[in-house]
């Protein structure tokens, strides 16, 4: 099987999409002045000259997710070029803390805040930020790479997935009682897990008493992510119920440690609303679900990536060219937008009445942005943060990268050297 790199896309004098073309050929346009180059994430070209315009069917395969999603471009026998796109996981996360700066700022002398009372009520079609964002970004690098290809030469196909999350917890559910969970006919959870605990504690095994009352406790603590699902909650009395057993090398920080694979549903909801989306935004796209692309990737001799899924999804049967190149894309949190950190800014004399913001969220430094792509003694980083005089860097993994022989992570300027200037996404070929 040939091995190449990913193709280059090409448009023409009047900005429409051609056929991709390899990356030697590109070279040689761009050298000759014959070209110039549009964009540098995907690598686009256009032409400077009129040319002939053959173009030939394309097929676009896109392996949705709710973490990664993957994408191919095929024609004929040739994979063209293969993309993974990696979305936000810290949305939900923000949100909540946004939400706890707000509570303590209302409670100390900062600017006034008028109240809202015009933002109760959701728009038709709302979802959540963390299920919008993602569902937002699946739709952006579709329509980016599609407007990269031929128009009426390029089909779309899709792989998208159905779950009934009742019938996998519960695989004889029928009938009304989907409508008749487990807490079914119990006053509350509280009494359900009671219930279901025989009423006793699961640490010392006593019953309850007025003297040591059970309580429900989290397995996976709160402040780690555990939500309040009966499977997360367990009866444990007061006296078990303790500040010592919460801590490490207590019986309660031992059960959230081996509880920390508790089997979760928040993916398969996700996917169900995706899929519907999925069938809104794009109604003349072939979909196609998992069940079929395992087979088809299997029979075509690939492992198990997003990247060579979305290749199954595309329809080939044959493959005679695939490139040995993958291009990573990441979101990368630029900004950071409180005007108010956790901890009172040290050293103030007076009110923030003109909100002004830490040294820390500044965007830039000296010709330097956040999120430019920079080379540091050789190694390539993405920059993430400044101080007076130096920047934070981290390499593709997300780890800082640090002077050899140093333990603190400030790289002082004059040791970076610029590659490129990114916006809100990284990219980089593995």
């Known amino acids: 099987m040939n091995q190449n790199g990913n193709r280059v896309f090409v448009l023409n004098m009047r900005g429409q999409a051609l056929m991709p073309t390899t990356q ?3 070279r040689i346009l761009l050298k000759q002045d014959k ?7 995907p690598f686009t070209i256009q032409l400077k000259y009129p040319t002939g315009e053959a173009k030939q069917d394309i097929h676009l395969g896109v392996d949705t997710g709710s973490e990664n999603v993957g994408i191919a471009i095929t024609s004929g026998t040739k994979v063209l070029y293969k993309v993974v796109v990696k979305l936000r996981q810290d949305v939900s996360q923000l949100i909540t803390l946004r939400s706890i700066y707000r509570k303590d700022r209302r409670s100390r002398k900062t600017r006034y805040r008028a109240p809202r009372f ?8 709302w979802l959540p930020p963390s299920i919008q964002n993602r569902i937002n970004h699946h739709f952006r690098w579709i329509d980016e790479f599609m407007s990269l290809l031929p128009v009426g030469f390029t089909k779309l196909h899709i792989e998208v997935a159905k779950f009934d999350i009742a019938k996998t917890i519960n695989p004889e559910i029928k009938g009304i009682e989907y409508q008749q969970g487990n807490t079914y006919g119990f006053y509350n959870d509280r009494y359900y897990v009671f219930a279901r605990d025989n009423y006793e504690c699961q640490v010392c095994g006593c019953k309850g008493s007025n003297e040591n009352p059970l309580h429900t406790h989290h397995k996976i603590f709160q402040s780690c992510g555990g939500t309040d699902r009966v499977d997360n909650l367990v009866t444990v009395c007061t006296k078990c119920h303790s500040y010592k057993n919460h801590q490490p090398g207590g019986i309660l920080y031992k059960w959230m440690v081996s509880d920390k694979k508790l089997k979760q549903y928040k993916e398969p909801p996700f996917m169900n609303i995706l899929r519907i989306r999925m069938f809104q935004r794009y109604p003349n796209a072939i979909f196609t679900y998992g069940s079929i692309t395992t087979p088809d990737r299997k029979e075509l001799g690939l492992e198990k990536t997003h990247y060579n899924d979305a290749i199954a999804i595309s329809g080939i049967k044959l493959i005679t060219e695939n490139p040995n190149e993958v291009l990573v894309i ?3 949190r630029r900004n950071k937008r409180s005007l108010h950190e956790a901890n009172a800014r040290k ?18 430094c000296k010709g330097f942005y956040k999120n430019d792509k920079v080379s540091v003694l050789g190694k390539i980083g993405y920059i993430v943060g400044f101080t007076t005089s130096s920047l934070y860097v981290h390499d593709k993994e997300g780890n800082y990268i640090t002077l050899q022989d140093k333990s603190y992570k400030q790289i002082p300027i004059s040791k970076v050297k610029s590659i490129n200037h990114n916006n809100n996404w990284q990219y980089h070929v593995i």
């Open 330 to 332: 990441n979101q990368f």
């Open 118 to 125: 015009l933002n109760r009520k959701r728009p038709e079609g």
């Open 24 to 26: 030697r050929k590109a």
């Open 35 to 41: 070209a110039k180059i549009v964009k540098y994430n």
């Open 347 to 364: 050293g103030r004399k007076e009110p923030n009445r003109i909100a002004k913001r830490n040294n820390k969220n500044v965007d830039f």
